[in-house]
């Protein structure tokens, strides 16, 4: 994972949780769902199997894809003004 990926990854989530409360039991998959994300947007295929082993089989595949379209949705205006580099 390159350093653009995870800044990404950190103003997504940070975006996120100054949003929405969150409870400590999901932030792992909030975490995860950027990291997600952000690679897309890098041009990286992280595939969302690979990224629940990252995390121990704590995090479901199929979580990370629903979670996917639920953060995308509440953050879908923002992602074409990000520049973080």
């Known amino acids: 994972m390159t350093d653009s990926v ?3 990854a950190v103003n997504f989530l940070d ?6 409360l969150t409870r400590p039991e999901i932030l792992q998959l909030v ?6 994300i952000s690679a897309k947007l890098n041009g990286t295929c992280i595939s969302a199997d690979r990224l629940s082993v ?5 995090v479901a595949p199929d979580m990370i894809l629903v979670s996917e379209k639920f953060l995308l949705y509440l953050q879908l205006y923002h992602l ?3 520049n973080i580099l």
Not at 54 to 58: G, K, P
């Open 80 to 82: 074409a003004f990000l």
């Open 54 to 58: 990252y995390t121990a089989q704590s």
């Open 15 to 20: 975006k996120f949780l100054s949003k929405v």
């Open 6 to 8: 995870f800044l990404r």
């Open 31 to 36: 975490g995860t769902v950027c990291i997600f």
